[in-house]
């Protein structure tokens, strides 16, 4: 094998906030890393989209804060001005946990995170495998990657299949906690409107049956200088059309969100997010795949380990890093 074209001491696979929190935390302790993803942007689920003049929040829409290090992690951010409070109520629904957006969109966070970090985006990791001292990764551009240890962010399923390229096998006991992780998808659409949107103030909408499972209107949240609105199917919905045409789809879910709308849609997109939140998660913050192994060190992270919500995806990467350090 010719010489890897990078050799940091950890390969991270995946650039949203697992991927992204775990990279920090490894870099103030000393490590060399490089971030490896398959998208353009950064974020993972914290996903940002133009269309013309209008601007869409399209993957997750806000977060919350519970656990005091994320509490204070997320006042830095506003402190930073990537984040701001949007709101903690909507119409119908009982006073509950501050929602905090990206500034100007949930993109920003990550953006912002990814200061300072080796990252190659737009680059495909086809194959992983392992030697005594540590793990060569294949990558689609021809380049590959050596690395003492490798925390890999992706959704389970896709991890699964990253493992078979080199034929890693772990242990029956982490392969079953693997395969017992189960995701919803989310159909998303993003339209935007020749007027303002009949939606109420905070310009956000949940709603617990029909095709639909949430409606915001980015101009009412600061997002988009234009009225834009992004729909998220309900999950049923989703399960059901999600390898439909889009078109198809996407008429569909206007169709159904036209109550809220008071206005033409001028102008739409389609996202699909197969993996869009876990449902049946892993108990545990994050796994260390390669314990009681002959493997290097290989650390599973992600919010299908510490929650469904962007506060789990940092506390798994933190987690991650911790027991990389420990190894």
Partial sequence: MTSPSYNPDVLIIGAGLAGLSAA???QLAGYRVLVVDKGRGLGGRLAGRRIGGATFDHGAQFMTTRQPRFVEQVNKWVDAG??????????????????YRGVPTM????????????????????????????????????????ADSMIITSPAPQTIELLATGNTQLPNDKC????????????????????????????ALMLDVGPIAWISDNQQKGVSSLPAITIHGSAAFSAKYLDYDRNL?????????????????????????RYSKPIVMDEHSCMLASEHTSLPPLIFAGDAFAGPRVEGAVLSGWAAAEALINC
Wanted: proline share 4%; hydrophobic share 45%.
């Fill in 82 to 99: 990537v984040a701001e409070p949007w709101y903690s109520s909507v119409t119908g629904q009982p006073n509950s946990h501050v929602r």
């Fill in 249 to 273: 789809v996407a008429k569909k879910l206007i169709a159904a969100a036209k109550p809220y709308l008071g206005a033409n849609v001028l102008e739409f997109q389609v996202h699909r997010w």
């Fill in 176 to 203: 079953a906690r693997l395969n017992r992780i189960v995701y919803e998808s989310c159909i998303a659409v993003m339209a935007i409107l020749d007027g303002p949107s009949n939606i109420s103030s905070p310009g």
């Fill in 107 to 146: 993109t920003a966070i990550a953006k912002y995170m990814a200061q300072g970090i080796d990252i190659l985006r737009a680059t495909r990791v086809t194959a992983i495998g392992h030697e005594d001292n540590g793990w060569i990764a294949i990558l689609d551009n021809g380049a590959s990657v050596s």
């Fill in 24 to 26: 920090n935390e490894l």
